[in-house]
């Protein structure tokens, strides 16, 4: 029996808020340095191919303006979006996010976000069109739940050693779903 969307976005929020208190509670602490505070992060995402429907990748650049209290942040992200045999769009989007990242070095990270997507879509119909003609624009808006796994807390040393060669505080392995377009997407994030 397939789970709804309301019970999926229960389940995700319900493990990562579990695992968060926990951490919290406990007090636990994978690193002996003291913890410092991103001001940026880099993502990258790919969703996979889904009933041979092709296939979406972003690159997208967030800043971090409040961190104590989870990470609220703001950033724009662009990608490619491609369905075989119809046609392919070069997103431009605008997001905010709130991850509930309470305590240092915690691992399991939920989130969730809102995208408002601006694009112009290109098809094989419109790619021939005379030129001077405008490809329309569309806006429209998303909204994500996903959780994220802090590598660092696997890795200690390797984290470290990214910190000091590129500024790199922690990476994350995430997974995400976009309850509007009923896509899962995953990628890594570099916080700054």
């Known amino acids: 029996m397939p789970l709804s969307r309301k019970t999926l976005i229960l389940v995700l929020v ?3 808020l579990s695992a968060s208190a ?3 509670l406990k007090g636990k602490s994978f690193d002996s340095e003291a913890r410092s505070y991103p001001i940026a992060a880099f993502d990258l995402r790919y969703a996979p191919a889904q009933n041979a429907n092709g296939f979406a990748a972003t ?16 950033g724009a992200e662009i990608g490619y979006l491609s369905i075989p045999s119809k046609d392919y769009e070069i997103p431009l989007n605008a997001r905010l996010s709130y991850r509930f990242d309470y305590a240092p070095n915690q691992f399991v990270v939920p989130y969730v976000a809102s995208t408002h997507h601006i694009f112009s879509p290109r098809t094989a119909a419109t790619q021939s069109a005379p030129a001077g003609v405008r490809y329309p624009l569309r806006s429209t808006m998303a ?3 996903g959780i994220q796994f802090r590598l660092n807390n696997i890795d ?3 984290g470290r050693s990214l910190g000091r060669a590129l500024g790199v505080q922690s990476v994350y392995l995430s997974s995400e779903f976009d309850v509007t377009d009923e896509i899962f997407l995953f990628g890594l994030k570099f916080e700054l």
């Open 14 to 16: 319900a493990v990562g």
């Open 22 to 24: 926990e951490t919290v």
């Open 59 to 74: 690159a997208a650049l967030e800043w971090i303006p409040i961190s104590r209290y989870g990470k609220l942040g703001i």
């Open 143 to 145: 909204q994500t739940v």
């Open 156 to 158: 200690g040393h390797g």
